[in-house]
């Protein structure tokens, strides 16, 4: 077994009961397992540049926020939305195993998770640059199939123009992704509010994606192990800080 494996406790267990929300962490994750395809990870608090925890009340709506999750190098969007996104959503990975997206966490469910790499060629928010992003505003798109749209709330790659939506688990809606975006498990701490980072659900692409841009990840992370688990904490960072230009498309 790799040392990857055994790092994680892996649970995949199919249901078919909605999540109704929950503040006690350990029940959210008991639920999202039985609700979905769960890969739980060490349990990492979001918090500031200072190391203060961030909640819902923190979070600015419409504006992309950056963590770093399961792994020191693998970047994730934080968003909340200007909508609820209660859930269940059932979903395919690209190889068609279906998962079931609980849904946001907060007080009305708008605050979502998922990996910041896209599903296609692995787009992702570097440090120089990034194509893929939440958009507010509304934008024009041709969906798949064929209608034009116009919607606002959504995550775009302008590398091929892939689509997603946010608050329906990151589903394709345009483009030539070819599943959702990974979601991550968000928590909320019952005592102090704070978000933690609990697992994914959904199609990870981590090994290609060290594979394809360790190089460059290990030179934006200090040199050091890029496949390091996070640790206890993740640092929350605005996407305008992160990254020097955003691609706009």
């Not at 077994?1 to 406790?9: Q, T």
């Not at 068609?96 to 849904?103: E, I, L, N, V």
Request: charged share 25%; glycine share 8%.
């Amino acid at each position: 077994m790799s040392r990857r494996v055994k790092r994680r406790r892996f649970v995949g267990l199919c249901g078919s009961a909605a999540l109704t929300t929950v503040a006690n962490p350990a029940l959210l994750a008991a639920a999202a397992a039985e609700a979905g395809r769960v890969r739980f990870y060490e349990k990492s608090r979001l918090v500031d540049a200072q190391g203060e925890p961030i909640d819902e009340d923190r979070l600015e709506q419409g504006r992309s926020h950056i963590f770093h999750y399961p792994y020191a190098s693998t970047p994730c969007f934080l968003l909340k939305l200007d909508r609820p996104a209660p859930g269940p959503i059932d979903l395919l990975t690209e190889d068609g195993t279906p998962y079931r997206w609980p849904g946001g966490v907060g007080s009305d469910r708008s605050v979502v998770a998922f990996a910041a790499i896209c599903a296609h060629r692995m787009s992702h928010p570097a440090r120089d640059v990034s194509f893929i992003d939440y958009r507010p505003e509304a934008l024009h798109f041709v969906d798949r199939s064929g209608d034009a749209r116009k919607e606002k709330g959504l995550i775009f790659c302008c590398s091929e123009r892939s689509v997603y939506d946010p608050a329906l688990g990151a589903k394709v809606l345009a483009g030539p992704a070819r599943q959702p975006l990974a979601a991550i498990v968000l928590a909320i701490d019952p005592d102090t509010g704070a978000l933690e980072a609990q697992g994914t659900i959904g199609g990870e692409m981590y090994d290609d994606f060290f594979e394809r841009f360790g190089f460059r990840l290990a030179m934006e992370h200090a040199g050091g192990d890029i496949k390091r688990p996070t640790g206890e904490t993740s640092t929350v960072i605005d996407i305008e800080r992160y990254s020097k230009v955003l691609m706009r498309c």
